[in-house]
């Protein structure tokens, strides 16, 4: 049986923590919501579009009352978030957070906080724009959440967390952190590390074609500035926090390339046709899965 959640506390006010407030003041309107941000013109901004029921300037203030209390700040500042509403914390108060890496921000956070219930949780959802304006309140609406509670987590604590993401919208799934970090290593981690790669390199080139990458970027380089565009911020923290998962995928990756630099080198089109055929299946289950839409372009609208 999960506990009872009647105030939600939500400290970094970015895209996830303010869509996470917008969706618990729009779909639990019973539930209290308080905020708070490191920024006080984030503060401001905040409390001029109202999504929280008060924004407390102070982050132990923010959490006085609360009974869930969810961290979306970057992951290398998970520790001093912890710190900092520490002191304002209920006794029975749960600690979650919102991080794309999982391991070392749950031994992070227990660590910092070893009297209450720490369940970690990652809803896989983003756009690339940041900021306490850009969130929504569908933004988890069937999107995944990973729940990655340690193997001695009360059991209401990890129910408390599961009921409040599927009443975001969300689909929860319960998983090792080591395991989590693996895999958004290979479905997240990486693709952005390429993407900053190649707009990156891009960039470089730009200056030798006097801006004809840009006047001229076709799909499939656009979409890769969209994922680059994403915060410089969060995106350092996550690679320095998952280093070792994300290694090990970079690895596999440039082993990969190899094998298809060699096809080109090769006049292999049986091993290019056999691979892209491949490749596009996943595209295809990614589609059944509801994770995109199928509508031509991405469904932009032109």
Known sequence: MARDIGHVAVVGLG??????????????????VTGHDAS????????????????????????????LVILAVPVGRMTDAARAIAPGLKGDAIISDVGSSKAGVGEALR????????IPAHPVAG???SGPAAGFASLFDGRWCI?????????????????????LGAKVETMDAAHHDMVLAVTSHLPHLIAYTIVGTASELEEVTESEVIKYSAGGF????????????MWRDVFLANKDAVLATLQRFNEDLTVLQQAIRRGDGAKLEDWF??????????????????????????
């Open 15 to 32: 895209l996830i923590g303010s869509s996470v407030a917008r969706a618990v003041k729009e779909r639990l309107p019973h539930i209290a």
């Open 111 to 118: 660590a910092a906080l070893p009297d209450h219930a720490v």
């Open 277 to 302: 055929t491949r490749t596009r299946a996943i595209r295809r289950s990614i589609i059944a899965e509801g994770q995109d839409d199928p509508a031509p372009d991405f469904g932009r609208r032109h």
């Open 127 to 129: 756009t690339e724009n």
């Open 40 to 67: 006080e013109t984030v503060r401001a901004e905040a409390r001029a579009l109202g999504f929280c029921d008060r924004i407390a300037d102070e982050a132990a203030d923010a959490v006085a009352a609360a009974d």
């Open 147 to 167: 729940v990655t509670p340690a193997a001695d987590a009360p059991a209401d604590a990890v129910a408390a967390v599961t009921d409040l993401w599927q009443m």
């Open 222 to 233: 656009r979409d890769f500035t969209r994922i680059a565009a994403s915060d410089p911020v």
